[in-house]
């Protein structure tokens, strides 16, 4: 995984006291700026003492405040044309793609593939933005022959949880690894002995506790423009790398092509 500053803020952030929160907040709301101030400044807009700055830093990876402002830089985005609406969007899609690939853990992707290939039924659980994520999980799967269901109801998720076994997997999908339905069937399905993984933006939440695999992707706060863009970006370009990794399968390749077949014999 990438151990970049950035990925680190956000992996970190719910470990951080809440004066470190309001920093980590401050630096990602000024990274293009933060090159151009020094410590006591940082210290003065985030009403930190000099100390809890060096300790935020370090906990970031970082020796000193001037490493931390050195790294950062170092990834911070050079200007862009914020006139181009299309250009910009391109941009913005482009940074997701390019932190998940960054922070994507090949040894985790593998054993989650590995994981499907040998489960009896696997349930994909998600609500609001990520249940849509859940359900193209499943058609995705469903054309390899792979038993699979996607559940975005938060009633059915725990009753699906109660009849699993020790044969069937469960992935969790959550953001903010806080949806508390979302870890309360992941938690009854573990209590079953099922396998759990989780996806989702932040380490140290409920999500990435009880999974026994996470698979972490960026946080779209970074990108500046939350308003509008699809936070299931990074979810689906994981979806994509799972399902050509599958696809080496020789059965569930002819299982693919088979079902593709039938669709469009049936246009």
Excluded at 30 to 50: G, V
Excluded at 151 to 180: F, K, P
Excluded at 181 to 189: C, H, I, P, Q, T
Excluded at 210 to 230: A, Y
Aim: glycine residues 4%.
């Amino acid at each position: 995984m990438s151990s970049s500053v950035i990925d680190m803020l956000q992996l970190e952030y719910q470990r951080f006291s809440a004066k470190e929160k309001e920093i980590a907040d401050y630096v990602m709301r000024n990274k293009s700026s933060i090159n151009n101030i020094n410590i006591r400044d940082l210290a003065a807009y985030t009403n930190a003492s000099m100390s809890t700055i060096t300790r935020f830093c370090k906990k970031v990876g970082c020796s000193t405040f001037v490493d931390f402002k050195i790294r950062l830089n170092r990834e911070v985005d050079q200007p862009r044309n914020e006139t181009d609406f299309f250009i910009r969007t391109q941009q913005i899609h482009n940074d997701i793609i390019n932190a998940t690939a960054e922070m994507l853990d090949t040894d985790k992707i593998e054993q989650v593939v590995q994981y499907i290939k040998e489960a009896r039924k696997i349930y994909v659980y998600g609500l609001g933005s990520s249940g849509l994520s859940a359900l193209e999980f499943k058609y995705r799967l469903m054309r390899m022959d792979i038993v699979i269901d996607a559940v975005t109801d938060s009633h059915m998720m725990i009753m699906s949880a109660s009849l699993l076994g020790e044969d069937d997997l469960v992935i969790g999908l959550s953001n903010s690894g806080r949806t508390l339905e979302v870890s309360d069937a992941l938690k009854a399905a573990k209590k079953r002995g099922s396998k759990v993984v989780g996806i989702t933006n932040f380490d140290h939440t409920p999500l990435s506790e009880i999974s026994d695999l996470c698979i972490f992707t960026p946080d779209i706060g970074r990108t500046g423009d939350v308003n509008f863009i699809n936070s299931q970006l990074a979810i689906i370009y994981i979806l994509d790398v799972i399902s050509l990794l599958l696809l080496e399968d020789e059965h569930l390749l002819h299982a693919r092509q088979q079902t593709l077949k039938a669709l469009y014999s049936a246009e």
